[in-house]
């Protein structure tokens, strides 16, 4: 049976002091060649110093049908802000 | 689902498109959306991957190394641009061999400007100059669609381009700054890819069939003949700077409109090329296909490979 090369998740730090972010996705068949792709797809003029490759069915993500239950509790959550708190004008820096 | 829920999720959908925000993969949409999607987007990787195909021809004839390394990195950041898209458009459930198979079977199409030849170095120079200055035209305003993955694709692409059309004009230019021969050649190249590059920005907007509902998901901004337009009015001074003439007669700046007043686009020919009857549509498939099928045991090669190492890792570690 034939078979696909499986799809991989590409993330690139553009420099030292910055988190990886996801790039985009291309097929390889392993991670070694998933790093060789995604150095010429990804990088071509310098984007990255350092590269991740993941492959896409390890990644789990969160359904957005249930974005209600998820992300909505922590919008009636004010207090969790520093707004939410009255102070004095004469308080400085806090 | 009942028709009431589709059709009030399809309105909340077309709301949340109306305010700006952007649709990713995963959320739910109406399926005309998915199809139009997947249409536009794959039809936009095949024409990146078909492209290289005109300026491949020339990469080992290059007139020098700057021109050849220049050519090689435009060709490779097309194969880029193809990968780009054929990824994001996977993000609307389609494989990449479905994707293949629907432009080797000619039911997904790329754009018809690829069918044309190019027989002189100058035609590098006019392609790269008109051909890649009228996809960025085409291109800008899908840095803002509605669909997340293209939409970031687009950003990635439009910032690549830029380079491609100047290396282009840098070619044009040189040409025309040289020999008398040199000129006539860039001449030449303009009078063969003009009228293409006019017809790439797609059918008068009274016959375009998707226009309507393109605009509303923000797959199009501006319709394909204000495109036009916008092309031929930034072009038009920049052959006058190459001391070309446009192969257009009837080509005249209207004061009234501030734009460049232009001849009968030939539409016979449009859809014939865009038919399969192009001068190059079979040599174009037949060198895809090929490509596809000679490669086949190079990817079932890598495939095995890969799970061999893959099993011997689980032997070692049990």
């Given at each position: 049976?034939?078979?696909?090369?499986?799809?991989?998740?590409?993330?690139?730090?553009?420099?030292?002091?910055?988190?990886?972010?996801?790039?985009?996705s291309?097929?390889?068949?392993?991670?070694?060649?998933?790093?060789?792709?995604?150095?010429?797809?990804?990088?071509?003029?310098?984007?990255?110093?350092?590269?991740?490759?993941?492959?896409?069915?390890?990644?789990?993500?969160?359904?957005?049908?249930?974005?209600?239950?998820?992300?909505?509790?922590?919008?009636?959550?004010?207090?969790?802000?520093?707004?939410?708190?009255?102070?004095?004008?004469?308080?400085k820096?806090? | 689902?009942?028709?009431?829920?589709?059709?009030?999720?399809?309105?909340?959908?077309?709301?949340?498109?109306?305010?700006?925000?952007?649709?990713?993969?995963?959320?739910?949409?109406?399926?005309?959306?998915?199809q139009?999607?997947?249409r536009?987007?794959?039809?936009?990787?095949?024409s990146?991957?078909?492209?290289?195909?005109p300026?491949?021809?020339?990469?080992?004839?290059?007139?020098?190394?700057?021109?050849?390394?220049?050519?090689?990195?435009?060709?490779?950041?097309?194969?880029?641009?193809?990968?780009?898209?054929?990824?994001?458009c996977?993000?609307?459930?389609?494989?990449?061999?479905e994707?293949?198979?629907?432009?080797?079977?000619?039911?997904?199409?790329?754009?018809?400007?690829?069918?044309?030849?190019t027989v002189?170095?100058?035609?590098?120079?006019?392609v790269?100059?008109?051909?890649?200055?009228?996809?960025?035209?085409?291109?800008?305003?899908?840095?803002?669609?509605?669909?997340?993955?293209?939409?970031r694709?687009?950003?990635?692409?439009c910032?690549?381009e830029s380079?491609?059309?100047?290396?282009?004009?840098?070619?044009?230019?040189?040409?025309?700054?040289?020999?008398e021969?040199?000129?006539?050649?860039?001449?030449?190249?303009?009078?063969?890819?003009?009228?293409?590059?006019?017809?790439?920005?797609?059918?008068?907007?009274?016959?375009?069939?998707?226009t309507?509902?393109?605009?509303?998901?923000?797959?199009?901004?501006?319709?394909?003949?204000?495109?036009?337009q916008?092309?031929?009015?930034?072009?038009?001074?920049?052959?006058?700077?190459?001391?070309?003439?446009?192969?257009?007669?009837?080509?005249?700046?209207?004061k009234?409109?501030?734009?460049?007043?232009?001849?009968?686009?030939n539409?016979?020919?449009?859809?014939?090329?865009?038919k399969?009857?192009?001068?190059c549509?079979?040599?174009?498939?037949?060198?895809?296909?090929?490509?596809?099928?000679?490669?086949?045991w190079?990817?079932?090669?890598?495939?095995?490979?890969?799970?061999?190492n893959a099993?011997?890792?689980?032997?070692?570690?049990?």
């Amino acid at each position: 049976m034939k078979k696909n090369w499986p799809l991989w998740e590409i993330f690139v730090r553009s420099k030292n002091g910055l988190e990886h972010r996801h790039f985009g996705s291309l097929h390889a068949a392993d991670a070694e060649m998933a790093m060789e792709n995604a150095r010429d797809v990804y990088t071509r003029r310098n984007e990255g110093v350092s590269i991740w490759v993941v492959e896409s069915k390890n990644i789990t993500a969160s359904n957005p049908a249930d974005n209600g239950e998820m992300f909505e509790p922590a919008q009636d959550k004010v207090y969790r802000h520093p707004t939410f708190y009255d102070l004095p004008d004469e308080v400085k820096h806090m | 689902m009942s028709e009431k829920e589709v059709k009030n999720l399809e309105e909340i959908f077309e709301a949340r498109i109306a305010r700006d925000e952007k649709i990713e993969p995963k959320d739910w949409m109406p399926e005309k959306y998915r199809q139009t999607h997947i249409r536009q987007m794959s039809q936009h990787a095949h024409s990146e991957i078909v492209g290289m195909l005109p300026e491949g021809n020339w990469i080992t004839r290059a007139p020098s190394l700057r021109r050849k390394a220049a050519l090689l990195a435009k060709v490779q950041d097309e194969a880029g641009h193809g990968l780009y898209l054929y990824s994001a458009c996977e993000t609307l459930g389609i494989s990449r061999d479905e994707l293949y198979e629907q432009l080797h079977s000619g039911k997904a199409k790329y754009s018809s400007i690829f069918n044309y030849p190019t027989v002189t170095w100058a035609d590098m120079g006019a392609v790269g100059w008109l051909v890649d200055g009228a996809a960025i035209i085409n291109q800008v305003p899908l840095c803002n669609t509605s669909f997340g993955p293209y939409a970031r694709a687009m950003v990635r692409v439009c910032k690549e381009e830029s380079f491609h059309q100047r290396q282009g004009f840098e070619i044009m230019l040189t040409l025309c700054r040289g020999s008398e021969e040199q000129k006539a050649m860039a001449q030449d190249a303009l009078n063969r890819w003009w009228w293409p590059s006019l017809m790439m920005l797609g059918p008068t907007d009274a016959e375009s069939i998707h226009t309507e509902q393109s605009m509303k998901w923000k797959l199009k901004r501006k319709s394909n003949d204000e495109l036009r337009q916008q092309f031929i009015d930034q072009t038009v001074p920049q052959a006058d700077l190459l001391g070309l003439t446009i192969p257009d007669p009837d080509l005249k700046f209207n004061k009234e409109t501030g734009s460049y007043d232009f001849g009968e686009i030939n539409w016979d020919e449009f859809w014939q090329v865009v038919k399969g009857h192009g001068p190059c549509n079979k040599e174009r498939m037949s060198a895809r296909v090929n490509a596809w099928n000679n490669g086949e045991w190079v990817r079932d090669a890598a495939m095995a490979h890969a799970e061999k190492n893959a099993n011997k890792k689980i032997a070692k570690a049990s």
